[in-house]
């Protein structure tokens, strides 16, 4: 899925626990984020003479393995415009840029076109920001698939963040990331100690 990589460039555990797992929950951060998309989610198309707008508009893209929709997509004359709606603040970092280069490139396989830039819409801002799909990003978006890949076949959970990104994270309660990650630091060192006493 498209939306996948916004999951793995935020964290990879994420992105496992979700589309390895198949585990999923809600939290408050969410629930508006679903609010938000309501409106787009109605898949509504309109035209006007400069500028045709589709929402929730189905993408795909052979080439790179993906499926997904676009929230919204502005076509000014043959060109589309991808925008991402996204709730809250802008997160650190490039998570949403990276879904929305993977829709811009699912669309220029579609249409047969340059998809040069996009935005993401930041809903309680009301704030539009135009991204650019450099070369720079699309490389990273592209190397980020096949490490996604390999994590989908492999069926491995990576370890926790356990950093500031948790706070918000609506599968904390399923991750646990600092029992996790307590317990994997107590069998590091439970290690390091036998090796330890080997070598004596
Ligand atoms: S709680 Fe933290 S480590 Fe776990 S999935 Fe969320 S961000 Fe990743």
Redesign the pocket.
Known sequence: MVSALEHYS?????FA?IHVEQSYDENIFTLRGSADHERVDEGYSTASPDIRVESSLPIWSERLGLIGKADIVEFHGDTPYPIEYKHGPRKMGVHAEMQLCAQAMCLEEMFGCCVPKGSVYHCSSHHRREVVFSEELRTRAESMLVTMRAVLESGDVPE????A??TN????DL???QAVGKRRRLSHIGKALFEANEEE
């Open positions: 935020y964290c990879p555990r994420q626990l926790p963040v356990n950093d990104r948790c994270c609506s599968l904390i991750c646990l990331p």
